[in-house]
């Protein structure tokens, strides 16, 4: 079974999307009418702007996600997924890829949740840091341990997991975490505590939003972030988008699962290659490629 992957936050380049832009009158279209939506031209910006315009949260979201979608329509009949999934922001391009949610309606949630979690990470300062080396219940443990807010926020593959929390927390967790024999306790370059109880702000937000977006039965079950279970239920998963925003991405769990209910390929969609890594960790025999035009 095929099975698509998007990638989400930090897979941005310069110069993203720029070949797509230039593939087609349709691929062109669409762009055009992403700048529309957005009310600012994204494409100068993935074209021709600088690191630091793609950093910022309203860009670099709604930036990954036009890249995914339309190189996923650009595909055209070479597009038969037969499951997908997203890695945090990459649900929602995987569920336009699926037929879920119009390229319209789509864009809108990206965007509306990329201003969501701007806001939520201005009311606190916070952050994340990558943890290598761990089982996932020694960093559940620590996590659970530290006082100020911190949590396990992105199981990304067997090994390394992002915790996120408060400036404090995340200090206090790495420390521990370094103390009970972790390869490096790394804190990364973002703006906030993504996926950690910090987002409630931006999650009762996007809650409305979601709430009302038509959301039809995707083509091909989605697995969800917030527990790497199949989905083709519309009213399941808008529960399971509200809840990924302050809930962890099971990515491990989630290629587990796509492995165990048949999976025999992956192919990236989106800019990068940075998923297709982190399959090869859980199972380094399955194939895998990033989709071309």
């Avoid at 982190?278 to 895998?288: A, F, N």
């Amino acid at each position: 079974m095929k099975a698509y992957i998007f990638p989400g936050q930090g897979a941005q380049f310069v110069g993203m999307g720029k070949s797509l832009y230039e593939l087609s009158d349709a691929t062109r279209m669409l762009f055009e009418e992403a700048n529309e939506i957005l009310g600012f031209r994204i494409t100068d910006l993935m074209f021709n702007g600088t690191d630091e315009d793609l950093k910022q949260t309203n860009v670099t979201q709604p930036a990954i996600f036009l890249h995914s979608v339309i190189l996923a329509k650009a595909l055209g009949d070479g597009f038969k997924p037969e499951m997908v999934a997203g890695h945090s922001l990459g649900e929602f391009s995987a569920l336009v890829s699926a037929g879920a949610l119009s390229f319209q309606d789509g864009l809108r949630l990206v965007a509306a949740r990329a201003n969501a979690m701007q806001k939520a990470c201005e009311l606190q300062p916070s952050t994340m840091a990558a943890i290598l080396g761990l089982d996932d219940f020694t960093v559940e443990d620590i996590c659970q341990r530290v006082s100020d807010v911190v949590v396990a926020a992105n199981y990304n593959c067997p090994g390394q997991i992002v915790i996120s929390g408060t400036i404090a927390g995340v200090d206090k967790a790495c420390e521990l975490m370094t103390a009970a024999g972790a390869k490096r306790a790394l804190k990364l370059n973002v703006g906030g505590a993504f996926h950690s109880p910090l987002m409630e702000s931006a999650r009762v937000e996007l809650e409305h939003a979601i709430t009302h977006t038509i959301i039809n039965a995707p083509i091909c079950p989605i697995y969800q972030n917030i527990d790497a279970k199949a989905y083709t239920d519309p009213t399941l998963i808008k529960h399971n988008l509200i809840a990924q925003l302050t809930g962890p991405v099971r990515w491990t769990q989630t290629v587990m699962h796509m492995l165990e209910d048949g999976a025999t390929s992956f192919t990236e969609v989106g800019p990068g290659n940075v998923l297709q890594g982190l399959v090869k960790k859980v199972d380094r025999s399955i194939p895998t490629e990033s989709a071309v035009v």
